[in-house]
C-alpha cells in the first residue's frame, strides 16, 4: 500500500474537490464519488483497489455508527419508536423475505437460504446516502427523524438476518428454536454490552484528569472497544455502538465541558466527513474486482438481475411505507400514536423512495467466504455480489437523483411546526435572557455593584443586545458567570425533554453558543 501512496493521497483530494463540486450543483455528493471510482476504476495502469470487508466492518462501521448516533435525537428517536422499529426490523425481514423469494423462483441455482443471504444483504438502507440528499430539500421534521432512526438500527437487524442466512446455506440447515436463542443474545447482548462500556467510559471521563485532547482520544477508543467486545461474544456489535452512543450523546453535559463538546464535534464531523467520502469511492473502484468475479457468466443477465432486485426492494419499501400509514390509522382507535393526524400520503412515498443501498451492502457481500467447510467453491458468491452493487448503484443514481425532484413535486406536510425557525429562536432567546436575569437578580444581585462586568452583562440580558463586553479576569467573576450558563444549559435541556415538538437541532444550536460563551470566558481567564 505504501508504493500507492501518492494515488490514494490523490483520491482524498479528488474527494474533497467532488463533493465541493455536489454541494455547488446540489447533486448528493455519494452519487458523484461512486461515478468517479466507476470511471477511475476504468483508467489504465490504476492500482487495483481490493476492498476487505474486515476493513469496512471494524474500522470504518464503527465511527460512522457512533457519530450518527451522538447525532440524533433520543427525544425523536421515542416519540417516532413504533414506526423506527418496524422498519428496522419488520420491513428490512419482510424486504429480505421477499428478495428471497424472488431469487429462489427467477435467478437460476438460488435456494431459498441464498436467496435470504442475498435478502439480508440488500435489505438496509444506508443513512449517509439519504442524508446528503436530504439536506438539499426542506422534509419534515418527523420525515428526517424517521428516517435518522430507522437508519441506526436497520443495519443491525439485516446482519442477524446475513448471519443465519449463510450458515443455512454453508450447511443446509436451519434450527429454528437455535437460531431464535442467537437473536435473542444478539439484540439484548448487543445493548447491554453497548450500555455497560458506555458506562464505564463515561465514568473515565469523569474520574481521570482528562483535557480536550483526552476526552476526543476517549471518543475515539469507545466505539471500537464496543464493536470488537460484543462481536467477540456473537453479539450485534452495531447494536453495541449505537446503544452506547446514544448513552453517551444523552450524558454529554454530564461528563464534557464546554471545550471537549465544541472540539469532539469538530473532529468528528470532519473524521466522518473523510470516512464516507472514500467508502463510497471504493464502491466504485472495486468495479474491476467484483465484475471479474463472473467469469463466463453473461454480464447483461446478471445486470437484468440486479435490476430486477432492486426493483423488488423500491415496491416492498413503498408498499411498506403505506402499510405503516394504514396501520397507524387502525391502531390510533386503540392506542395513543405520536400522531393522531393522517401524515398525509406524500410522506409515505418519500419514505419509501429513501431506499438508497451503501457501505453496509458492499461489506456483507464481500465478508462470504470463497470456499465451504469442505473446500468447494461458495455457492453464488459471484453473482450475490455483483447484484449487491448493482443495486447499490442503481439506488444511488435512480433514487439519488430524483429524490430531490420528487420531494419538490410532492412535498410532504408539516404538521409539526408551524412556526418558523427565526421564531423560535427569538423566543428562546428571550426565554435564557430571562433566566440568566432571574439568575443574577435571585442570588446575585449584592455583586452587581462589585462586579461592572457582571452589571454590563446584565445590561445586555436586559435589553437583549448584543454589545460587546470586557469580560475582567476575576475568578468570582468567572465563577458567577459559569453558573448563570449552567442555569440556561439545565433551562435548555429541560425544555428539550418537557416539549416532544421541540426541534432539538435548535436546542442543540443554543447549547454550542452557551458552550461557545464559556470557552472565550475561559481563553480570557
Not at 418527523?142 to 448471519?163: H, T
Not at 458567570?481 to 416532544?500: A, G, M, P, V
Amino acid at each position: 500500500m505504501l508504493k500507492d501512496f501518492e494515488f490514494y493521497l490523490f483520491l482524498v483530494f479528488l474527494i474533497t474537490m467532488l463533493i465541493m463540486l455536489a454541494n455547488k450543483i446540489k447533486v448528493a455528493y455519494p452519487v458523484l464519488l461512486v461515478l468517479a471510482g466507476l470511471l477511475i476504476s476504468f483508467i489504465p495502469g490504476v492500482p487495483a483497489i481490493k476492498v476487505e470487508p474486515e476493513l469496512l466492518f471494524v474500522i470504518f462501521l464503527p465511527p460512522l455508527l457512533y457519530e450518527a448516533a451522538w447525532s440524533t435525537s433520543w427525544k425523536e428517536l421515542w416519540r417516532w419508536r413504533r414506526i423506527i422499529f418496524s422498519f428496522a426490523f419488520i420491513v428490512v425481514f419482510f424486504t429480505a423475505l421477499s428478495v428471497a423469494v424472488f431469487a429462489n423462483y427467477f435467478i437460476p441455482g438460488f435456494s431459498l437460504a441464498l436467496g435470504f443471504l442475498l435478502g439480508g444483504i440488500v435489505s438496509p438502507p444506508d443513512a449517509v446516502s439519504a442524508g446528503a440528499i436530504l439536506k438539499f430539500v426542506k422534509v419534515p421534521k418527523r420525515l428526517a427523524s424517521i428516517l435518522e432512526g430507522e437508519s441506526l438500527l436497520n443495519d443491525a437487524s439485516s446482519l442477524i438476518i446475513f448471519r443465519f442466512a449463510m450458515i443455512a446455506a454453508a450447511t443446509g440447515q436451519f434450527v429454528w428454536h437455535e437460531a431464535a436463542g442467537s437473536f435473542v443474545w444478539m439484540c439484548f447482548g448487543g445493548l447491554g454490552i453497548g450500555l455497560a462500556i458506555a458506562y464505564v467510559f463515561l465514568k473515565l471521563h469523569k474520574m481521570l484528569p482528562t483535557d480536550s485532547n483526552i476526552d476526543i482520544l476517549l471518543t475515539f477508543i469507545a466505539p471500537f472497544s464496543m464493536y470488537l467486545m460484543a462481536e467477540q461474544v456473537h453479539a450485534s456489535g452495531v447494536l453495541a455502538v449505537v446503544t452506547g452512543g446514544l448513552f453517551l450523546s444523552y450524558r454529554s453535559h454530564d461528563f464534557l465541558s464546554s471545550a471537549s463538546r465544541i472540539r469532539t464535534v469538530t473532529v468528528w464531523e470532519s473524521f466522518c466527513f473523510l470516512l464516507n467520502g472514500v467508502v463510497f469511492m471504493l464502491i466504485g473502484l472495486d468495479l474491476p474486482e467484483i465484475v471479474s468475479g463472473l467469469g463466463d457468466t453473461d454480464i447483461y443477465t446478471a445486470i437484468g438481475y440486479g435490476i430486477a432486485v432492486t426493483a423488488v426492494l423500491i415496491i416492498v419499501r413503498i408498499l411498506a411505507g403505506y402499510g405503516a400509514l394504514v396501520t397507524t390509522l387502525i391502531m390510533r382507535n386503540f392506542i395513543t400514536v405520536a400522531d393522531p393526524q393522517s401524515p398525509g400520503w406524500q410522506t409515505p412515498l418519500i419514505i419509501g423512495w429513501t431506499g438508497m443501498r451503501g457501505v453496509v451492502s458492499l461489506a456483507a457481500a464481500l465478508s462470504i467466504p470463497l470456499t465451504l467447510d469442505d473446500g468447494s467453491p461458495f455457492p453464488q458468491r459471484n453473482m450475490i455480489l455483483f447484484i449487491t452493487f448493482i443495486v447499490i448503484l442503481v439506488t444511488l443514481l435512480l433514487q439519488g437523483l430524483t429524490l430531490p425532484f420528487l420531494l419538490n413535486k410532492f412535498p410532504p406536510v408539516d404538521r409539526d411546526f408551524v412556526r418558523s425557525t427565526k421564531e423560535i429562536d427569538y423566543d428562546i432567546q428571550n426565554s435564557l435572557a430571562k433566566v440568566a436575569i432571574d439568575k443574577i437578580s435571585s442570588e446575585y444581585a449584592d455583586k452587581i455593584d462589585s462586579f461592572p462586568a457582571l452589571k454590563d452583562q446584565l445590561q445586555k440580558y436586559e435589553n437583549l443586545l448584543n454589545s460587546s463586553e470586557i469580560i475582567l479576569n476575576y475568578d468570582e467573576y468567572r465563577r458567577i458567570y459559569i453558573d448563570i450558563l449552567d442555569t440556561q444549559r439545565s433551562w435548555l435541556i429541560n425544555k428539550n425533554r418537557e416539549e416532544l415538538l421541540l426541534d432539538e437541532n435548535i436546542i442543540r444550536k443554543h447549547l454550542r453558543i452557551l458552550d461557545l460563551q464559556e470557552e472565550r470566558l475561559n481563553m480570557k481567564g
